[in-house]
C-alpha cells in the first residue's frame, strides 16, 4: 500500500486540492496514521511528475488559493492495476508480542504473567473500540475501523491463548 | 454375510443407553407377543370338556373365539413394538448414515437394521416360547389331576409357527425401517418428509361403520326398522370414523385445549399433542378397541345376567377372563405410550432442562405430560365407551330390565382404564423427566 | 444490594473437576464476562452463580442470602422471580410460536393467556423481532431465535441475566444485535448480567473479565 494509490483513489470521484486530500484520507481511514501535509504536498508532485496527476486548476474558499489536482487517464489505470492485486499475506512475522513471549520465556522462564498482562491491556483497548462503535453517530467508516482493530486484537488474543497452551504442554513434557 | 454379522455385533456392543434400551423392550415385546400367540394355539389344541372354570376354554363350541381373543392381543403388542422402534431413532438414523458414509450399500445397511430387530425378535421369541412352556407345564401339573383325559399340551408345529410369525414379522419392520434413511450417505439425516395419511383413509370409516352395523343388525342386536336405532346407527358411523383416525382426533383435541389453555402447562401439553399426534393416535386406537370392546362386554354380561341370572362359574369365569385380556391390551397399550414419554424426553431433553434453569418448577413439567395424556386420551375413551353402550339405547328401549343399566358403569369403568393407563404412563415418566432436566443437559452438545 | 458472590466453589463431573475451589464476586449492575478456554469450568460456574446447580463444596451469596443450601423448588423460585437466563441456540419449545415461547414464564408464574400474550408482543417488538411473533422456532433465523429467546429472558425484569454463550451460533454482525438488544435492556432496568463466551469480541462488551483456567481464576481483570 502506498500514499500514492491512495491519493490516486480519492482523486477518482473529482478534482480536489492537497488540504481537501489530507483531510478526506483522515476521515475515511479513521484510525490509520494521519497524514502530514508536506507528505501529502510531496506526493502529489512525485505523481505529476509521472503524469499520474494533472493539475486543473486553483480553488479560494475561506483561505490561501489552493492548486486543484485531477487524475489522468493514465492514474486511473494505475488505481485500476492496484486494486486488482492483493496484499501479500503477512510475509514476515514482525509483531513485538511474538517477541516478548520468546523473550519472556528465555530470560525469565514464562510467559505467563506477560501473557496475564497483555491479555488485560487488549481487552481494555477492544472495550474502548467497542464503546466506540456502540456509541450513537458512528459513521460506517469508524465502524468498519473499529471492527477492523477488533478482529485483530482478537486474533491476537487468540493467539496469545494458544501460545500458553503450548507453553504449558511443553513444560509439563519436560518434566514429566 | 458373516462379515454383515460382526458389524452387527460390533454395532450392538457400541450403542448408546437408549439403543440398548431399545432392543431389551423389543425383546420384551416379542415375548410378549409370543405368550399371547402360543397361548392361542394352546387353546385350539384343546380337545374335550373340560374344567368350567377355564371358562370360554373349557368349551369346545367357543374355543375358536377364545383363540380369535387371545390372538388379537397382540395388537397392543403390535401399538407398543411400534412406538418402541422409534424409540432412539435419531440415534439409529445416524448411525446408519453413517454406515452408508463408511461404504455400507443400501442394502446391505437395508440388512443391518433387519438383523438388529430379528436379533432382539429372537431373544425375546425363545424366551417367551421357553418361558411359556415351563409355566404351562408347572400349571398343568398343579391344577389338572393326572387322571385326565384333556390333553392340554402346547403342540409342537403350532408353537414353532407362532414363534416364526413373530420373529418374520420383526425382520421385515427392521428391513423396511431404515428405508427413509439409506437413501443418502450424508451425515445429515435426510428423512423423507412424514406423509400426511391419505385422503381416502379419512373416509374408511364410513364402509368400515357400515360394515359393523351390518354384521350387528344382521347378529339381531341392532334392529334397524327402529328410527331410534336408525338415529343410532348414524351416531356410531361417526364414532368408528372418529376412532378410525384417532390422530385427527388427538389433534382436534389438542387444538381445542390449546386454543382455550390458561396455563402454560396446557399450553405446552396442547402444542407437543398437535405438533406430533401420531404416537397418541395410534396407541389409543388400540385402547379405544379395549375400551368399546369392554363397553360391549358389559352390555353382553347384562343380557346374561338378565336372561339366565346365572352366575355359573363358566361365565362368571368368562366375564373375568374377558375383562383380565382388555386390562392386559390396555396396560401394553399404556406402555406404548411410556415409551413415547421417553422418545420425547430425549428429544426435548435440553428444551426442557432450559424451562427448568429458568425457574420452571419440575412439577409443572410433569403436569405437562400428564395434560397430554388427558387431553388425547379423554376424548378417544369417551368415544370409544360411548359406541359400546350405543346398542344399549336400543335394547333397553325394548326390553326394559334392571340389568341393563349395567354396561353403563362398565363404560366409564373402561374409558376410566383408558385414560388411567395414559396418566399412569406420564406418572411413570417422572424419574425420566427427572433425569432429561438435569443441568448436565445444559452443557453445551 | 443484589450481589452474587460464589465462594471457593468446587463441582466435579464424575472425574473431571469442573471448579476447584473458586471464588468470584459480581456487583449489582455490573456487566462480567466469564472467559477462559473450553473446559476450563465457565459454564459450570454459571450454572453454580444462577442456582441451577449446587456445588459439592464452597458457598454461593445472592443478595445477601447463601443460595447454595437452598432446595430445588426455591432455587427454581428464584430463578424464575429474580433471574433471566439465555442459551446458546435458543433452546425454545418448538411447539410454540415465538410469542407463546416468550410469554411462558409469565404462564407459568400464574398470569392469564391474554395479558401474558400482550406483555410478550410487547417484547417481541423491544426485541425487533415483532414480525415473526406467530412463526414456529424451526421458521426462524439462528439470530431471531435467540432475540426470542433473549425476550423471553427479560419478559420477567430479571435482576441479573444469565447468557451462557448467546452468541455462539451466529455471525459477528447478527451477534452483536443480539448483544446490544441483551445489554441496552439490562442498562436500563439495570440488572447484573454474566455472560459466559469464549470470544474475545463478546468479552469486549462488558465492563469486566473474569478469566478461568482449569477451575479457578486466572486473575481478575479490573477495567
Same mark, same amino acid.
Request: charged residues 20%; proline residues 5%; hydrophobic residues 45%.
Given at each position: 500500500?502506498?500514499?500514492?494509490?491512495?491519493?490516486?483513489?480519492?482523486? &477518482?470521484?473529482?478534482?480536489?486540492?492537497?488540504?481537501?486530500?489530507?483531510?478526506?484520507?483522515?476521515?475515511?481511514?479513521?484510525?490509520?496514521?494521519?497524514?502530514?501535509?508536506?507528505?501529502?504536498?510531496?506526493?502529489?508532485?512525485?505523481?505529476?511528475?509521472?503524469?499520474?496527476?494533472?493539475?486543473?486548476?486553483?480553488?479560494?474558499?475561506?483561505?490561501?488559493?489552493?492548486?486543484?489536482?485531477?487524475?489522468?487517464?493514465?492514474? &486511473?489505470?494505475?488505481?485500476?492495476?492496484?486494486?486488482?492485486?492483493?496484499?501479500?499475506?503477512?510475509?514476515?512475522?514482525?509483531?513485538?508480542?511474538?517477541?516478548?513471549?520468546?523473550?519472556?520465556?528465555?530470560?525469565?522462564?514464562?510467559?505467563?504473567?506477560?501473557?496475564?498482562?497483555?491479555?488485560?491491556?487488549?481487552?481494555?483497548?477492544?472495550?474502548?473500540?467497542?464503546?466506540?462503535?456502540?456509541?450513537?453517530?458512528?459513521?460506517?467508516?469508524?465502524?468498519?475501523?473499529?471492527?477492523?482493530?477488533?478482529?485483530?486484537?482478537?486474533?491476537?488474543?487468540?493467539?496469545?491463548? &494458544?501460545?500458553?497452551?503450548?507453553?504449558?504442554?511443553?513444560?509439563?513434557?519436560?518434566?514429566? | 454375510?458373516?462379515?454383515?454379522?460382526?458389524?452387527?455385533?460390533?454395532?450392538?456392543?457400541?450403542?448408546?443407553?437408549?439403543?440398548?434400551?431399545?432392543?431389551?423392550?423389543?425383546?420384551?415385546?416379542?415375548?410378549?407377543?409370543?405368550?399371547?400367540?402360543?397361548?392361542?394355539?394352546?387353546?385350539?389344541?384343546?380337545?374335550?370338556?373340560?374344567?368350567?372354570?377355564?371358562?370360554?376354554?373349557?368349551?369346545?363350541?367357543?374355543?375358536?373365539?377364545?383363540?380369535?381373543?387371545?390372538?388379537?392381543? =397382540?395388537?397392543?403388542?403390535?401399538?407398543?413394538?411400534?412406538?418402541?422402534?422409534?424409540?432412539?431413532?435419531?440415534?439409529?438414523?445416524?448411525?446408519?448414515?453413517?454406515?452408508?458414509?463408511?461404504?455400507?450399500?443400501?442394502?446391505?445397511?437395508?440388512?443391518?437394521?433387519?438383523?438388529?430387530?430379528?436379533?432382539?425378535?429372537?431373544?425375546?421369541?425363545?424366551?417367551?416360547?421357553?418361558?411359556?412352556?415351563?409355566?404351562?407345564?408347572?400349571?398343568?401339573?398343579?391344577?389338572?389331576?393326572?387322571?385326565?383325559?384333556?390333553?392340554?399340551?402346547?403342540?409342537?408345529?403350532?408353537?414353532?409357527?407362532?414363534? @416364526? =410369525?413373530?420373529?418374520? *414379522?420383526?425382520?421385515?419392520?427392521?428391513?423396511?425401517?431404515?428405508?427413509?434413511?439409506?437413501?443418502?450417505?450424508?451425515?445429515?439425516?435426510?428423512?423423507?418428509?412424514?406423509?400426511?395419511?391419505?385422503?381416502?383413509?379419512?373416509?374408511?370409516?364410513?364402509?368400515?361403520?357400515?360394515?359393523? =352395523?351390518?354384521?350387528?343388525?344382521?347378529?339381531?342386536?341392532?334392529?334397524?326398522?327402529?328410527?331410534?336405532?336408525?338415529?343410532?346407527?348414524?351416531?356410531?358411523?361417526?364414532?368408528?370414523?372418529?376412532?378410525?383416525?384417532?390422530?385427527?382426533?388427538?389433534?382436534?383435541?389438542?387444538?381445542?385445549?390449546?386454543?382455550?389453555?390458561?396455563?402454560?402447562?396446557?399450553?405446552?401439553?396442547?402444542?407437543?399433542?398437535?405438533?406430533?399426534?401420531?404416537? %397418541?393416535?395410534?396407541?389409543?386406537?388400540?385402547?379405544?378397541?379395549?375400551? *368399546? =370392546?369392554?363397553?360391549?362386554?358389559?352390555?353382553?354380561?347384562?343380557?346374561?345376567?338378565?336372561?339366565?341370572?346365572?352366575?355359573?362359574?363358566? %361365565?362368571?369365569?368368562?366375564?373375568?377372563?374377558?375383562?383380565?385380556?382388555?386390562?392386559?391390551?390396555?396396560?401394553?397399550?399404556?406402555?406404548?405410550?411410556?415409551?413415547?414419554?421417553?422418545?420425547?424426553?430425549?428429544?426435548?431433553?435440553?428444551?426442557?432442562? *432450559?424451562?427448568?434453569?429458568?425457574?420452571?418448577?419440575?412439577?409443572?413439567?410433569?403436569?405437562?405430560?400428564?395434560?397430554?395424556?388427558?387431553?388425547? @386420551?379423554?376424548?378417544?375413551?369417551?368415544?370409544?365407551?360411548?359406541?359400546?353402550?350405543?346398542?344399549?339405547? @336400543?335394547?333397553?328401549?325394548?326390553?326394559?330390565?334392571? %340389568?341393563?343399566? %349395567?354396561?353403563?358403569?362398565?363404560?366409564?369403568?373402561?374409558?376410566?382404564?383408558?385414560?388411567?393407563?395414559?396418566?399412569?404412563?406420564?406418572?411413570?415418566?417422572?424419574?425420566?423427566?427427572?433425569?432429561?432436566?438435569?443441568?448436565?443437559?445444559?452443557? *453445551?452438545? | 444490594?443484589?450481589?452474587? +458472590?460464589?465462594?471457593?466453589? !468446587?463441582?466435579?463431573? #464424575?472425574?473431571?473437576?469442573?471448579?476447584? #475451589?473458586?471464588?468470584?464476586?459480581?456487583?449489582?449492575?455490573?456487566?462480567?464476562?466469564?472467559? #477462559?478456554?473450553?473446559?476450563? #469450568?465457565?459454564?459450570? $460456574?454459571?450454572?453454580?452463580?444462577?442456582?441451577?446447580?449446587?456445588? !459439592?463444596?464452597?458457598?454461593?451469596?445472592?443478595?445477601?442470602?447463601?443460595?447454595?443450601?437452598?432446595?430445588?423448588?426455591?432455587?427454581?423460585?428464584?430463578?424464575?422471580?429474580?433471574?433471566?437466563?439465555?442459551?446458546?441456540?435458543?433452546?425454545?419449545?418448538? +411447539?410454540?410460536?415465538?410469542?407463546?415461547?416468550?410469554?411462558?414464564?409469565?404462564?407459568?408464574?400464574?398470569?392469564?393467556? !391474554?395479558?401474558?400474550?400482550?406483555?410478550?408482543?410487547?417484547?417481541? +417488538? !423491544?426485541?425487533?423481532?415483532?414480525?415473526?411473533?406467530?412463526?414456529?422456532?424451526?421458521?426462524?433465523?439462528?439470530?431471531?431465535?435467540?432475540?426470542?429467546?433473549?425476550?423471553?429472558?427479560?419478559?420477567?425484569?430479571?435482576?441479573?441475566?444469565?447468557?451462557?454463550?448467546?452468541?455462539?451460533?451466529?455471525?459477528?454482525?447478527?451477534?452483536?444485535?443480539?448483544?446490544? $438488544?441483551? $445489554?441496552?435492556?439490562?442498562?436500563?432496568?439495570?440488572?447484573?448480567?454474566?455472560?459466559?463466551?469464549?470470544?474475545?469480541?463478546?468479552?469486549?462488551?462488558?465492563?469486566?473479565?473474569?478469566? $478461568?483456567?482449569?477451575?479457578?481464576?486466572?486473575?481478575?481483570?479490573?477495567?
Amino acid at each position: 500500500m502506498s500514499i500514492g494509490h491512495i491519493l490516486l483513489g480519492l482523486l &477518482t470521484e473529482r478534482p480536489k486540492h492537497g488540504y481537501e486530500l489530507k483531510r478526506e484520507h483522515d476521515e475515511r481511514l479513521p484510525g490509520a496514521k494521519p497524514l502530514a501535509y508536506g507528505q501529502v504536498y510531496a506526493t502529489l508532485q512525485r505523481l505529476q511528475r509521472d503524469g499520474k496527476v494533472a493539475i486543473s486548476g486553483t480553488a479560494q474558499e475561506s483561505g490561501p488559493e489552493r492548486t486543484v489536482y485531477e487524475i489522468t487517464g493514465e492514474g &486511473t489505470a494505475d488505481v485500476h492495476r492496484w486494486l486488482a492485486e492483493i496484499e501479500q499475506p503477512a510475509p514476515f512475522i514482525s509483531s513485538p508480542l511474538f517477541a516478548r513471549v520468546v523473550l519472556a520465556l528465555v530470560a525469565e522462564g514464562s510467559a505467563d504473567g506477560y501473557l496475564l498482562r497483555q491479555r488485560s491491556a487488549h481487552l481494555e483497548r477492544m472495550r474502548e473500540l467497542t464503546a466506540r462503535k456502540s456509541s450513537a453517530g458512528a459513521s460506517v467508516g469508524e465502524l468498519l475501523a473499529a471492527d477492523y482493530a477488533l478482529h485483530h486484537l482478537d486474533a491476537d488474543l487468540r493467539w496469545m491463548e &494458544t501460545a500458553r497452551q503450548r507453553i504449558d504442554e511443553l513444560t509439563r513434557e519436560i518434566r514429566a | 454375510m458373516s462379515s454383515l454379522l460382526t458389524v452387527a455385533r460390533m454395532l450392538s456392543h457400541g450403542g448408546s443407553r437408549a439403543e440398548r434400551t431399545r432392543a431389551r423392550l423389543m425383546a420384551a415385546g416379542a415375548m410378549l407377543a409370543t405368550w399371547f400367540l402360543l397361548g392361542a394355539a394352546n387353546v385350539l389344541a384343546l380337545r374335550g370338556r373340560l374344567n368350567e372354570w377355564l371358562g370360554p376354554a373349557s368349551d369346545p363350541g367357543t374355543r375358536r373365539g377364545t383363540a380369535l381373543a387371545l390372538g388379537l392381543l =397382540i395388537l397392543p403388542v403390535a401399538a407398543f413394538l411400534h412406538q418402541v422402534s422409534r424409540l432412539a431413532s435419531a440415534d439409529r438414523e445416524r448411525r446408519l448414515c453413517a454406515l452408508r458414509l463408511a461404504g455400507a450399500t443400501p442394502a446391505q445397511v437395508r440388512l443391518l437394521g433387519g438383523l438388529e430387530t430379528t436379533r432382539s425378535a429372537l431373544i425375546g421369541t425363545v424366551a417367551g416360547a421357553a418361558s411359556y412352556v415351563l409355566l404351562q407345564s408347572a400349571a398343568r401339573s398343579l391344577l389338572l389331576d393326572p387322571g385326565s383325559p384333556a390333553d392340554v399340551a402346547v403342540p409342537p408345529l403350532l408353537c414353532a409357527a407362532a414363534m @416364526a =410369525i413373530v420373529i418374520v *414379522t420383526a425382520a421385515v419392520s427392521g428391513l423396511l425401517s431404515g428405508r427413509q434413511v439409506v437413501a443418502t450417505p450424508l451425515g445429515v439425516t435426510l428423512r423423507t418428509a412424514r406423509r400426511r395419511p391419505r385422503r381416502y383413509v379419512r373416509w374408511l370409516g364410513l364402509p368400515a361403520g357400515l360394515i359393523v =352395523i351390518v354384521v350387528l343388525s344382521g347378529a339381531g342386536v341392532l334392529p334397524l326398522t327402529r328410527p331410534i336405532t336408525t338415529v343410532l346407527a348414524g351416531a356410531m358411523l361417526l364414532t368408528i370414523g372418529l376412532l378410525l383416525s384417532p390422530s385427527s382426533l388427538v389433534r382436534l383435541s389438542a387444538r381445542v385445549a390449546g386454543g382455550r389453555a390458561r396455563s402454560a402447562e396446557t399450553l405446552l401439553a396442547a402444542r407437543a399433542l398437535q405438533a406430533d399426534p401420531r404416537p %397418541w393416535g395410534r396407541t389409543l386406537s388400540v385402547v379405544g378397541l379395549a375400551v *368399546t =370392546i369392554g363397553s360391549v362386554a358389559g352390555w353382553e354380561q347384562a343380557e346374561i345376567l338378565a336372561t339366565r341370572r346365572a352366575t355359573e362359574p363358566f %361365565w362368571l369365569s368368562s366375564f373375568i377372563l374377558v375383562d383380565l385380556a382388555l386390562l392386559v391390551g390396555i396396560a401394553v397399550a399404556g406402555s406404548a405410550l411410556f415409551v413415547h414419554h421417553a422418545e420425547y424426553l430425549l428429544e426435548n431433553g435440553p428444551m426442557l432442562a *432450559t424451562l427448568q434453569a429458568a425457574g420452571t418448577p419440575e412439577t409443572a413439567l410433569r403436569r405437562v405430560l400428564t395434560r397430554q395424556a388427558l387431553i388425547a @386420551a379423554t376424548p378417544v375413551c369417551t368415544l370409544a365407551a360411548l359406541l359400546g353402550v350405543l346398542p344399549l339405547g @336400543a335394547s333397553a328401549a325394548v326390553r326394559p330390565n334392571v %340389568w341393563y343399566l %349395567w354396561p353403563l358403569p362398565h363404560a366409564l369403568l373402561m374409558a376410566g382404564l383408558g385414560v388411567a393407563a395414559a396418566i399412569l404412563a406420564a406418572t411413570c415418566s417422572r424419574r425420566r423427566l427427572h433425569r432429561s432436566v438435569s443441568p448436565v443437559r445444559l452443557r *453445551t452438545e | 444490594m443484589n450481589t452474587l +458472590e460464589a465462594r471457593q466453589v !468446587e463441582k466435579a463431573f #464424575g472425574r473431571t473437576h469442573a471448579l476447584r #475451589g473458586l471464588s468470584a464476586k459480581i456487583e449489582p449492575g455490573e456487566i462480567v464476562a466469564i472467559t #477462559g478456554p473450553s473446559g476450563s #469450568g465457565k459454564s459450570t $460456574l454459571l450454572h453454580c452463580l444462577s442456582g441451577i446447580m449446587r456445588p !459439592e463444596t464452597g458457598e454461593v451469596h445472592y443478595a445477601g442470602e447463601r443460595i447454595d443450601t437452598l432446595d430445588e423448588a426455591a432455587r427454581t423460585k428464584l430463578r424464575r422471580e429474580h433471574f433471566g437466563i439465555v442459551f446458546q441456540f435458543g433452546r425454545l419449545v418448538p +411447539e410454540l410460536t415465538a410469542v407463546e415461547n416468550v410469554a411462558l414464564p409469565l404462564l407459568f408464574d400464574g398470569h392469564g393467556r !391474554e395479558e401474558a400474550t400482550t406483555v410478550a408482543r410487547a417484547w417481541l +417488538e !423491544e426485541a425487533g423481532a415483532a414480525d415473526v411473533a406467530d412463526a414456529r422456532p424451526a421458521e426462524l433465523s439462528g439470530g431471531q431465535l435467540q432475540r426470542v429467546a433473549v425476550a423471553r429472558a427479560l419478559i420477567t425484569s430479571p435482576k441479573v441475566i444469565f447468557a451462557d454463550e448467546p452468541t455462539g451460533a451466529l455471525d459477528s454482525v447478527a451477534g452483536e444485535r443480539v448483544l446490544s $438488544l441483551l $445489554l441496552g435492556a439490562a442498562r436500563v432496568n439495570s440488572a447484573t448480567v454474566v455472560i459466559v463466551t469464549h470470544d474475545n469480541r463478546v468479552a469486549a462488551y462488558a465492563d469486566r473479565e473474569i478469566v $478461568l483456567r482449569d477451575g479457578v481464576t486466572a486473575g481478575e481483570v479490573m477495567a
